[in-house]
């Protein structure tokens, strides 16, 4: 069993930074794949960016390369999603999510853990 909790989400200007960090509980934490997602009102929850257990080779979704940043620390459980040049299309709550597998992976259904997320907005 895994819980992770978010943080580190909230309002800030159209070109500002922000950086949201995800804690998770259990002794499994570094052999899992890890996620972010984010989900804006109205639409369907989608994969921002995702990384294996040892961080290596990030995945990101066009619409965040060169912008976000994911990471990890396996030695405190914790995963990082580094936002820059925020843009209003990047306004939505924000999900961490953990994989069974050690992979990255993009679809929902291949994560079984998930947090409660963390609003970001983004004001033009």
């Known amino acids: 069993q895994v819980q992770l909790v978010e943080s580190g989400g909230g309002l800030v200007q159209a070109g500002g930074s922000l950086r949201l960090s995800c804690a998770a509980s259990?002794?499994?934490?570094?052999?899992?794949?890890m996620g972010w997602f984010r989900q804006a009102p109205g639409k369907e929850r989608e994969i921002v960016a995702a990384v294996n257990w040892s961080g290596s080779s990030p995945y990101y979704a066009d619409s965040v390369k060169g912008r976000f940043t994911i990471s990890r620390d396996n030695a405190k459980n914790m995963v990082y999603l580094q936002m820059n040049s925020l843009k209003p299309e990047d306004t939505a709550v924000y999900y961490c999510?953990?994989?069974?597998?050690?992979?990255?992976?993009?679809?929902?259904?291949?994560?079984?853990?998930w947090g409660q997320g963390t609003q970001v907005t983004v004001s033009s």
């Open positions: 259990g002794r499994t934490f570094s052999s899992k794949g």
């Open positions: 999510a953990a994989s069974r597998g050690d992979a990255w992976y993009v679809r929902l259904n291949q994560y079984d853990y």
